[in-house]
């Protein structure tokens, strides 16, 4: 009676799907801390993210992670999409939350890079907002600021003496069902369900943050956690001339400090 009992009440605390979200990184190799805690940019109060999912880095000179909030309810949760908005903006931004470090790396290289990262070049229809269907509750914007405070926390650690490369991208993971809606040139509502999509969050946190958050559904987090294994290995082999110039810099100002 009792064990049922407290598996009932894990299942609405969402506890499950934290855990099969780090289960699915952990397998795609990625090394995963769960409740997770950062600093709040706004309040410098420690808060507490479901996931932070690394790709495994020795030299901590590019940090890539993924930054995931896990949003547990049975209600449907909508991505509202439209064909222009990323028109005219910066694929680099949208791309994920950068240090200033790999922010430079990535506009320098944006160019050629675009033909090899499907994720930056953003091929696919991209949401503007993302609601729950049938809730007063606006959980979604709640759990889009909580991940993108989180991303920011990520990066800024990045930027600091060393200037290392650090690349956040954020994360929101739901059990529930998700459907895209956009409007069609004769001006109809279009409803589509789907297993994944994205959407523009932009916003001062209190730095500019302009990054496209993934939503993934529970039942495409093995398909997704491989994309992420792919889309992580790309960057490290796209940057691996920077990450050795700074491994030098790095052995220069040693030698200067031992001087």
Known sequence: MMISK????????????EMRSAAAFRMAGF???Q???YVDPETGKAREIDVIARDPDHLGVLNIGFIV?????????V????????????????FAALSDKAKDALLDRLVDMLPRFSWLRKDGLTGYALRQAFSD??????????VAKACDGFVRE????????????????VDGPLVRCLLSDKGDIVLEEAEQGEFLFTGRLPHYFGTCIKVVTSSCLAKFTTEAREVASQLRSELKSVEIEIVESWRRLGDRNSH
């Open 6 to 17: 407290v598996r009932e009440w894990l299942e609405t605390q969402g506890f499950p799907l």
């Open 79 to 94: 991505l509202l999409c439209s064909p222009d908005t990323l028109v005219g903006y910066n694929r680099a931004f949208a």
């Open 31 to 33: 090394e995963v801390a």
């Open 137 to 146: 509750a606006d959980s979604a914007y709640a759990a889009a600021i909580s």
């Open 35 to 37: 409740s997770a805690y």
């Open 158 to 173: 990045c930027d600091g003496k060393y200037r290392a490369l650090a690349f956040a991208f954020p994360v929101i993971v």
């Open 69 to 77: 909030e896990c949003k547990s309810s049975s209600k449907p949760w």
